[in-house]
């Protein structure tokens, strides 16, 4: 059975700073996709990674895979108060088949 | 920029009762899909939906479930008899194919 794994489940950071959330997956895959949530809402694509090596980058925001280690990250830059969300990462398996996410990142970023 | 819309965008109901959640996804979609959030869970796959057939479904998506495209807009996902663990928030979600998701606003369901 699929596991995906993020770290870490909470985040409390100052704006400005840089951070890291991880997303560790256990089996084969090469699509990874990275979403937000707002709170009460609905989710917002971020990033799709499609290949290893994949790097993504948009704003305060960048995503990779490596498909070898099983692992993604999404890389926060001098991080703003609008950054504030719930993360969520979700590996593809059997190709458009279903998403498994994992259990989301809520980030708080304070003034 | 075309969205997935979802109706009702909440709904209360009876333990025991039939709900009908309906989806219209992007008109160029080929793939659909319904997943649940419990309150302050995570996201999980209940069943993907292509060529007017269920391609895959989840443990969650039992003999109580069932989904449709019956006029070639509408998807529905139908619960038969509610049960007070079925309260969620239920997306629907669209693709053409092994590209991203794209999510409905959700509809939130409680089942009292």
């Known amino acids: 059975e699929l596991k995906v794994e993020q770290n870490p489940l909470f985040l409390s950071m100052q704006e400005g700073k840089n951070y890291t959330i991880y997303c560790n997956y256990s089996?084969?895959?090469?699509?990874l996709y990275w979403y937000r949530q707002d709170p009460g809402k609905s989710l917002e694509s971020l990033f799709v990674?499609?290949?290893?090596?994949a790097v993504k980058q948009e704003g305060r925001l960048m995503a990779s895979l490596d498909t070898k280690a099983r692992l993604s990250t999404l890389h926060i830059t001098a991080a703003v108060h609008d950054l504030s969300a719930t993360y969520f990462c979700?590996?593809?398996?059997?190709?458009?088949?279903?998403?498994?996410f994992g259990q989301g990142t809520r980030l708080t970023i304070n003034p | 920029e075309p969205e997935v819309t979802q109706t009702p965008s909440h709904q209360v109901t009876q333990m025991g009762q039939e709900v009908i959640l309906r989806c219209v996804p992007i008109s160029n979609h080929l793939y659909f899909y319904w997943y649940r959030q419990i309150l302050g869970q995570k996201v999980e796959f209940l069943v993907s939906f292509y060529n007017n057939e269920i391609s895959e479904k989840s443990e969650i998506f039992d003999d109580q479930f069932s989904v449709e495209r019956p006029d070639g807009s509408n998807f529905t996902l139908k619960i038969r008899s509610t049960k007070l663990e079925d309260s969620a928030m239920y997306f629907c979600?669209?693709?053409?194919?092994?590209?991203?998701?794209?999510f409905g606003p959700g509809t939130r369901l409680l089942v009292l």
């Open positions: 979600a669209g693709s053409r194919g092994s590209e991203t998701q794209y």
């Open positions: 089996t084969t895959s090469d699509r």
């Open positions: 990674l499609l290949s290893n090596g």
């Open positions: 979700a590996v593809d398996i059997q190709r458009a088949q279903k998403l498994v």
